[in-house]
Each structure stands twice: as C-alpha cells, then as structure tokens.
C-alpha cells in the first residue's frame, strides 16, 4: 500500500509503523487518520503479525492533531474531528496484537493520546510528554481526558492538563505514563528487542493477556476475575498451552 503519511515496515512477525509527516513534526491530520485507518484494516487481516511498534519520523513522536486544520473548524466539523481520532485510537487499543508505543520526541496533546491507547510506552531521554491543549483553549479531544487519569492518577492527570506543562521522559517515568526511558540512539534496538520477546511468547496467550487485562480494567473486579478464569479455562484447550507446558517438562524451548 503506497500512504502519504505512514511509513510501514513488517520483518517477520512485528510490523513497525511511524508517522512519516516530520515537516509539521508529525501532527495528526485527518489524511493520518484515514490512513490509520486503511492499515489497521489490513493489519487486523495480517494473522502472522504479532506485535505493532508504533513511532514518529525525525524529532517528534507526534507533536498533537494539526493546528492548521483545526483552525478551520466549526464546532460540528471539531467535534466530529474528536470523534474519527478517537475511533481510530480506540481500535488500536482494542487490536488482539499488542502495541507498544516508541516514544522517540515530543509526545503532545493528540500525541500524548496516541501515545497512551498504546498497551504501554518506551521513551527516548530526549522524549517530551504534555497536553497543552489549555493553552489553545482547547480540551483535549482523543480520549487524552479519559485515559491519562486512568493511566497516572487524577492528580497527575489534572496537573498536566490544567498546567500544559511539557514534562521529560524521566518524569512521565515517575507517573507511570511510560514503562522505561532508554537512550535516544538505544530506542529502536530495545523497542525491537522487546517485540520479538513478546512474539516468541505463545501469541494466543499473549493476545488473551489483552484482552482479559483491558476489559478487565472497566468491570468489576469480581467480574474480571470470572473473566480471567474463563480464559485460563479457555487457553487449556488450544494446543497452545500443551506445547508450553510440556516443552516446560522436556528442558526444551516450546515450538509453537
Ligand atoms: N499542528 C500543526 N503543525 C504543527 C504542530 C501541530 N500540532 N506542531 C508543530 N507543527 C509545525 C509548526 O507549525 C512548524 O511548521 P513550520 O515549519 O511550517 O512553521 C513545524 O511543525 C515545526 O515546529 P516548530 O518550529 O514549532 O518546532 P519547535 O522545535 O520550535 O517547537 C513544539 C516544537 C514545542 C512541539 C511546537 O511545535 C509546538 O508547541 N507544537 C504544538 C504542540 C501542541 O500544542 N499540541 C497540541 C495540539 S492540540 C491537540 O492535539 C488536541 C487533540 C484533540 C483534537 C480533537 C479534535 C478536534
């Protein structure tokens, strides 16, 4: 597929994706989200693709949604805008594969949002986290309201939102909105690293981690546990299990 603003590169079972629009620092424009759109199609028929890294070309993960455009809006056209973003993020968190975010620069308003419909991010040293949507006089507009309380807390989540303050990777480490912070030239190779760990794990295992976890979250914990014990019930059925267990007893390495 020939896209104007997403580069996509699959070695074997990872497919690495980065927005490819570095002269606006990679600011989301609806052509972006289309495009995200028509990937995440072909990726949920990509049954060989275990894991997606997600990252931004030059010195910007994604610095927000595209001011330029947003300009333009009336209140139906933003609040329509808000809507297709947050479909789009929402199927990326809601995709079986896991995805981890490779937060290489700015991470800002919608990139922040981005950022955190990721299962969980890496940042660069150099990696800059905000929602200055306040001092557009804007809100933010892709869930970042919803998902950064629930990620660090609603202290840190209103400090950032009402402040706009542009913290470090370091700091997003302290709040728990980034899992590990690595030197900028290291990112891609621990990143990398990472994703073929996961995609040597058993992948419907890993995929029923997702899915219990993140359903988990918004249901009752009683609920939840039923839930889990549904799935461990579940994952002794597929064949799967079997050979993991049994590769356990044999000293050898499953071949799933
Ligand atoms: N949108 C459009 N263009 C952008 C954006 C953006 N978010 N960010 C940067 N650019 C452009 C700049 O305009 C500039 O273009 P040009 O070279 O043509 O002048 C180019 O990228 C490079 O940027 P800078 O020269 O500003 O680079 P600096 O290194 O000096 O500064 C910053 C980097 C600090 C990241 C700075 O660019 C900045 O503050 N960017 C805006 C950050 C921001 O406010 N982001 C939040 C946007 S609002 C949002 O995301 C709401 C999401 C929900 C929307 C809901 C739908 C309605």
Redesign the pocket.
Known sequence: MDYKTINVNTTNAIVCLSIARP???N??NSLVFDELNLFLDWVENQSQLKVMVITGEG??FV????????SN?NSEE??A??IK?QKVFNRLEALKIPVIAAVNG?A????C?FAMSCDFRIASNKAKFGQ??V??G?I???A?TQRLSRLVGMGDALYLLMTAD?ISAEEALRMGLVQKVVEAEELMKVVMEMAEKIASKGSKAVENVKLVTRKGFNIAFEDGCNLEADYFGKSFGNGESGEGMQAFLEKRKPNW
Not at 63 to 69: L, Q, S, T, V, Y
Request: hydrophobic share 50%.
């Open positions: 002269e606006a620092l600011a989301l010195k910007a610095a927000g949604a595209d001011i330029a455009e947003m809006m933003a609040k805008f808000s973003g700015f800002l308003g919608g990139g949002e200055p949507e001092n557009l804007l933010p507009g892709y970042g542009v």
